[in-house]
């Protein structure tokens, strides 16, 4: 039997074409009020997204880096990983395991609680705090993001088979360039999504302007610890602060830059760098930096 997927009609009206804002128009096979195969059209139909599976895409294969199944399966094969449970393995390590709870879980409860719509940037393969919020809401209406379309597929798989009549929709676009019109948010939640996206001020002033005034932001992230950061040299700081620019100084600044309030911003646990992590791993042995990632929880309000 093939599985039917849908776009919940609370996100239906909020896409807009990137950059420009247009409005956009669904053309396509519509069920019970769902979308599910289709278009998303501006009024003219010069720009057109495609919708499958009710999942709107806004980034061309060419450059979502999750675009070829077969080369994702056997990347994933190589690291030992089974494509077919990954996220099934995430899910259920993240929703089972208090350790996991207690340090990625810190605002899930908080954010399942309050009413409204939710974002979830750059959810990646582990899925940000999503499943920790439907595990206390399994009613929340998250609209899940990443960039790389297969992702949003295996999530999408597994939360229709297990939470019937879930609010969860889903959506391939760069967290740089949200498609999203201004104000449509209640919370928008990302764990170690920003510290993942090339330009992460550029994606913090989307997030304010699709956070709805009150709206709040809540991130877990990362930083160098300061003083482990200030064992580079000034050279190789300098370059990291360009391609990583939060991992000296941190969010606060990108945050209070585009005007968000900071409630919240308690450093919660810290690890080693992992060998291979980013290249992180290599410079660090390289200077003889003993280096950890600092994580953060980071509650913003617009
Ligand atoms: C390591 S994962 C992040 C962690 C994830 N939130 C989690 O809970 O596991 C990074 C994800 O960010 C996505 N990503 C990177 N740049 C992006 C962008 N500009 N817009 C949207 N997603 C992006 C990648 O496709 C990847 O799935």
Known sequence: MIEEHFMKQHFQDIFVAPDTHQLLHYKGIFT????????????SGDVQYTVEDGI????????DPWSNEEQVRAILQEHHIDPDRLIEKNWSSLTNSQEAIDKYGVHAQVIANREGIILELAGG??????PLILKYNPQAKILFNDWGLWIL???QKLYDSRIPNNN??????????????NNSFDA???????????NTSQAIKETFRTLKPTGKLFLVDYTFGRNEFQQFPKDVQNDLQKQFPFVGIGYEKFLTDVGFYIEK?????????????????DLASQYGVDLHLHYFAIVARK
């Open 265 to 281: 911003y308690q450093e919660i646990f810290q690890r080693p760098i992992v060998a291979g992590e980013g290249g992180f791993a």
């Open 153 to 155: 597929k295996e999530w």
């Open 32 to 43: 019970n009020g769902f979308w599910s195969d289709g278009l998303l059209k501006t009024s």
């Open 56 to 63: 709107p895409q806004f980034v061309p294969p060419s450059q």
């Open 125 to 130: 393969p582990g899925g940000g705090a999503t």
């Open 188 to 198: 928008v939640s990302s764990i170690e999504g920003l510290s993942n996206i090339n």
């Open 168 to 181: 969860i929709g889903f959506a391939q676009f760069d967290a740089t360039r949200m498609p999203l019109k």
